[in-house]
């Protein structure tokens, strides 16, 4: 095993956002030394890491240049250039997840694709390389309202993908490459992360649940577990792992899934890196996620998965009405109420529906945090300064 | 209330050690802005923070002109400049906890003397000024053998704390102001963290039981909940609230205490700070010392201090045969065990006793943690590099 504590052993990490800043307390807490390359030279990750890169991630000479100075290289967002990690793994620096299994991924034409070729259970779709190829697929009745239309490429936090329900909707959808997918109904959205090391093993985390809210289409609450059957949760755990090793994924896959109405469960599409439906672990698990992802890219044994008490996350998203100088309103009311840990991710300005930070929510018994989870999102706001 | 979060307020930290380290995790958690003052520029906190300066906490404007440039000044250790506080306290900087306690604090002849006037039960002691003050006290039959010699100054985990039991065993002792303390026999050195905000709000932690090294005198388990009953506790809590008190403390004091044959419960100690008898909290407190800690010197309200699970703390200490680059021997060894989580400080020298980092041990069955602790106590060395 290389020694990785407390060494000149480096991990750059490509993305500085809020899931690098949570990755860093990990490195922090194992003193391992740590290289960010980041387009915005203000993002979360500007301190805590060891040297920060200020640079484009689809930039193909600026990862390869940074990448040679570090010994293992992850990334905390998809949208990395590919053929740079190709290409430093060539040079012999370990990549993990690696450029084959984030390009499986990063195109949600090729992903969906993927499913179908490994028998991994998926709604129906259809891809479009434009626009006009959708509407002459609606017009011929290959396509019907209402679908689920998502872009194949850029799509984040519910950016990228709409429900259409009629010809009207059509018109607010930009002219790129897409997926028409059939609208499955659903009883849950589940998720389940699994953590899969460089040398194969493999562990899950218990089966979320995710609410979402109406409009904005961004999660709302994550439940950990999810109230749900063991049988489904099984089944949903089996499937993940399935997704994972058909990846040959090498680090954390949340695999988001939905749950139909005969319990069948279908997945709906999958992030290589630590996720929001897995922020409620640094509070509630034995093992964090962020925790986790460090392990198994560094190839050092898995940690345990199972939580210590049940656990729901609240996103905090800026308030639709409000753009500016972040203020958060009422967090001494929430930091007041049992078992609640805010978690400000440092963007000083706030925009509606950005994504601010998170709140943990834990109780040994889950209903009893659902209900303080409910009476955090009614007292606090993501507003701007007056 | 003031607001913290991703503004420009700055919180002052004098002392760049592991207690501050793991105090930064919770900063950016928080998103609150920090200036670390520390004379190592190598040390834990070099980076997490938003600035770090390199200089010494005994120095007067050193510390003057550090803490002008903070809205808040904490410290992460006691040996800084006391008068620097109370002309801080002046300009208008608030200082937790205050100079005015800490000088209780700082010398253990006037902690003592401060237990005997606010009747705080503690062991029989005489403070010396010199040596020769105690040898001639001792010829007179004023202080006899056994008993516990401390140095009133500079005592830092088992340095300056020794039993004395024969005449020769004075030799080794050097000329320092000192405390000859009655050697009271006792079945548990126990130990409260205390957390008590700006405004008064007051929490304590359940009770911690301690076990020492048996020659370095460092602590080895930390075991929480202390395996004591229900009204030792009790009382020990009770205690603990009374001493915070008596000092107006702000922020966290850490109060060792001994448990004697007859269930007294006697101060030893205390520490005015996060302690390394609260780190087991991280992993298995609602709220651990750190961000308990931070919350307190705010004035924020004070989080939930009851555990998720049962905790156990193993420190990493330098192997007594070696002196060099460290290495953590068969670290992945106990990453494999249920519930391990090690913390590495980033100290790059390992050097005999030397505090490198600690281990926690968390499980819902705290017998099975105790023997996995061992486990953990029993595999990994922290030694030097071949």
């Known amino acids: 095993m290389i020694n990785y504590f407390s060494t000149n052993f480096k991990l750059g990490i490509l993305g500085g956002g809020q899931l690098g800043k949570m990755m ?10 740590t290289n960010v390359l980041e387009p915005n030279p203000e993002a979360p990750c500007k301190i805590a890491c060891d040297y920060f890169e200020t640079g484009d991630l689809m930039d193909f000479d600026t ?5 040679r100075k570090v010994d293992v290289l992850t990334f905390e967002i998809e949208g990395v250039n590919i053929e740079a990690l190709k290409q430093l793994a060539k040079e012999g620096i370990k990549t993990y997840p690696s450029a084959e299994t984030l390009e499986k991924i990063q195109n949600k034409g090729i992903q969906k694709n993927f499913y179908k070729k490994h028998q991994i259970p998926t709604a129906d779709f259809e891809v479009f390389a434009t626009k006009k190829e959708l509407t002459t697929a609606l017009e011929n009745d290959k396509v019907n309202f209402p679908f689920v239309w998502k872009s194949t490429t850029g799509g984040y936090d519910g950016k990228g993908v ?18 028409a997918e059939t609208l499955v109904p ?4 589940l998720a389940v992360i699994v953590a899969r090391s460089a040398s194969g093993e ?17 999660v709302e609450y994550v439940i950990c577990p999810a109230r749900i059957e063991d049988s489904v949760a099984t089944k949903a755990r089996k499937l993940a792992v399935k997704v994972s090793e058909a990846f040959e994924h090498v680090g954390l896959l949340a695999v988001e899934m939905f749950q139909t109405e005969n319990d069948e469960i279908l997945v709906n599409e999958v992030a290589p890196r630590p996720h929001n439906s897995g922020h ?3 509070e509630a698990s034995y093992t964090n996620q962020f925790e986790q992802h460090i392990r198994a890219i560094l190839d050092l044994p898995l940690g345990t998965t199972e939580s210590k ?4 996350m609240v996103n905090l998203v800026g308030d639709a009405a409000h753009e500016g100088d972040v203020v ?14 805010p978690h400000i991710y440092g963007k000083k300005i706030t925009r509606p529906f950005r994504k601010m930070g998170h709140v943990t929510i834990v109780n040994k018994d889950l209903a009893e945090a659902r209900k303080i989870a409910e009476e955090v999102k009614n007292s606090i706001k993501v507003i701007s300064k007056k």
């Open 63 to 67: 990862v390869v240049n940074f990448g």
């Open 202 to 218: 493999v562990k899950t985390y218990p089966v979320v649940e995710m609410e979402f809210h109406p409009t904005a289409n961004q």
């Open 280 to 282: 409620y672990s640094i």
């Open 328 to 341: 958060y309103e009422n967090i001494e009311k929430i930091m007041k109420m049992t078992g609640v840990t």
């Open 24 to 33: 860093l307390y990990e490195t922090r807490k194992y003193d391992i030394q």
């Open 162 to 179: 709409s429900v259409i329900k009629n010809k009207e909707a059509l018109n607010d959808l930009p002219d790129a490459e897409c997926i």
């Open 309 to 312: 008490v049940g656990g729901i």
């Open 186 to 189: 659903f009883k849950n959205e």
